[in-house]
Nanobody, 128 residues
Framework: EVQLVESGGGLVQPGGSLRLSCAASELRLYDRPCMGWFRQAPGKEREGVASIRTSDGWANYADSVKGRFGISRDNVKNTVYLQMDTLEPGDTAMYYC????????????????????WGQGTQVTVSS
């Protein structure tokens, strides 16, 4: 079964940067998975941040992070990254990595219901 482990979260000041990593095990690139990042702030629903097709690197972003966040993948390491720049207090949340192996993986939108495998999350706190 696919397992995902996130890392890289922490406390950062507004305007700062962080890079999150998501290492996937038992994931077959032959299946052309879509991988995504989601976040959930206290008292709010989980929302999609970004997603990427591992086959060609095509990416999709939530409007709230466009121009500030970048998603990338290293297929050799089976790892997906989320580079987060110009962080704002509103970015404070638990960030989750997820994998979509269903038919919708070719569209690869960061829609929660499309993703069947999830990591445990890593906390990002943006505060001065």
């Amino acid at each position: 079964e696919v397992q995902l482990v996130e890392s890289g979260g922490g406390l950062v000041q507004p305007g700062g940067s962080l890079r999150l990593s998501c290492a996937a095990s038992e994931l077959r690139l032959y299946d052309r998975p879509c991988m995504g990042w989601f976040r959930q702030a206290p008292g709010k629903e989980r929302e999609g941040v970004a997603s990427i097709r591992t086959s060609d690197g095509w990416a999709n972003y939530a409007d709230s992070v466009k121009g500030r966040f970048g998603i990338s993948r290293d297929n050799v390491k089976n790892t997906v990254y989320l580079q987060m720049d110009t962080l704002e207090p509103g970015d404070t949340a638990m960030y989750y990595c997820a994998v979509n192996l269903g038919p919708s993986r070719f569209l690869c939108r960061p829609r929660e219901n499309d993703f069947g495998y999830w990591g445990q999350g890593t906390q990002v706190t943006v505060s001065s």
